[in-house]
């Protein structure tokens, strides 16, 4: 019905305003707060980037075999890095000729002094602070890169910590998430999607993996729990543990997306190729899948992504342990980089706090990276039917 009152147009035309302006500001909201999130992350990050390093001269002696600290100046001592100076026995040993020999070097300083001199909260005692800014005065200080964030696994030392150990920790279990899932899930897909028989029992199984893609997935933390350590008696802590764990919350993430990528291919292709003489299987494999490949590349990415940035699931398996060095193989205890940040995250000392926020960017550069090389493959290869 056609209406004639020119109020009636003039009352929708102040609604659809209304709602524009309301969703004007959730978007603007939306944006202030992920500003601010990156601003406050990525401030807190950047010094995480450089540490301080302190020129001190080291004395070679027999004693440093049993008491490393002992190479170094009474006043120096307290502001070096413990975990450098565990360092020179090992370096002694290795090069003997450097016995009885005094040189001048640039070591890792502690990281209370590194807040110090960043201007952050530290716990320094007021002696202390009089020698660094004695020493300040003489150029015995610098800002350095910090490689050693990169370059090495963690630490109970603030200064000495990294993320190497939990990053090869990541991709030990997204590698093993990817091998499990992805075959199965692809499989599962194709079974239900082109050779399923309709019936309650199938309809069943449908309902039933839709809900788990929607449940929380510490469950799935519990069920890893159950069957891969108590039950089958794989080692706690490891890739193959986690990597399970992640691939059953994977699972349903890849069965919808691969079905909804199968789904998308007209019928006609499928009467055109069963027409022809082939198979069913040979109309699947040699055209369905083809055809449907990037959209399942693209789920399964996806999920990928978003199983790489859990924890719940990996805590309840034990990957928060304390890993210093890399694992070389999927059997040995590893982190990975979202256990890696809760750890630093809860630990009192102020100098994971920045760890943690340089953490949380690397982190985030991966999930960025996987969904936009997911977005590329859709947009690249997709078809419009």
Do not use: C
């Amino acid at each position: 019905m056609l209406h004639t009152d020119p109020q009636f147009y003039r009352r929708r035309l102040a609604k659809e305003r209304l709602f524009r302006a309301i969703s004007y500001t959730a978007i603007a909201v939306a944006s202030v707060f992920l500003v601010f999130f990156f601003a406050d992350i990525i401030g807190q990050s950047l010094t995480a980037f450089s540490q301080t390093e302190i020129r001190v001269p080291i004395h070679f002696t027999q004693e440093i075999l049993d008491a490393p600290e002992s190479a170094v100046d009474p006043e120096f001592a307290p502001l070096v890095s413990r975990g450098v100076l565990r360092l020179l026995p090992g370096e002694l040993n290795a090069n003997p000729r450097l016995l009885g020999t005094t040189r001048e070097e640039w070591m890792l300083a502690t990281a209370e002094v590194d807040q110090y001199l960043k201007g952050k909260p530290n716990r320094l005692k007021p002696r202390d602070i009089r020698t660094i800014e004695r020493l300040q005065q003489e150029g015995r200080f610098r800002m350095a890169w910090n490689w050693g964030f990169l370059t090495r696994g963690d630490s109970k030392l603030p200064e000495m910590a990294g993320i190497l150990a939990a990053a090869v920790g990541s991709v030990y279990v997204l590698l093993v998430t990817l091998a499990f899932s992805f075959p199965i899930g692809v499989m599962a897909a194709i079974y239900l999607e082109e050779f399923a028989p309709d019936n309650r029992f199938m309809q069943f199984i449908e309902v039933n993996i839709n809900n788990l893609a929607a449940i929380p997935s510490i469950l799935y933390g519990l069920l890893g729990l159950a069957i891969f350590i108590q039950f089958l008696g794989l080692p706690r802590s490891s890739s193959v543990v986690g990597g399970l764990t992640l691939g059953l919350m994977t699972l349903p993430v890849i069965i919808i997306s691969t079905r909804t990528a199968i789904r998308a291919i007209p019928s006609s292709i499928r009467e055109g190729a069963l027409a022809l003489g082939a198979t069913r299987w040979q109309m699947v494999w040699d055209h369905i899948l083809p055809l449907s490949l990037p959209g399942i590349l693209t789920g399964t990415i996806i999920g990928l992504a978003r199983a790489i940035g859990e924890t719940a699931p990996l805590i309840l398996v034990g990957m928060v342990a304390y890993i210093p060095q890399p694992a070389s193989s999927f059997l040995e205890a590893t982190s990975v980089l979202p256990a890696q940040i809760y750890t630093w995250a809860s630990d009192s000392q102020r100098a994971f706090v920045e760890r943690t926020a340089a953490g949380i960017i690397i982190l985030l550069i991966v999930l960025l990276s996987m969904n936009a090389l997911a977005i590329f493959l859709r947009s690249k290869y997709e078809r419009k039917w």
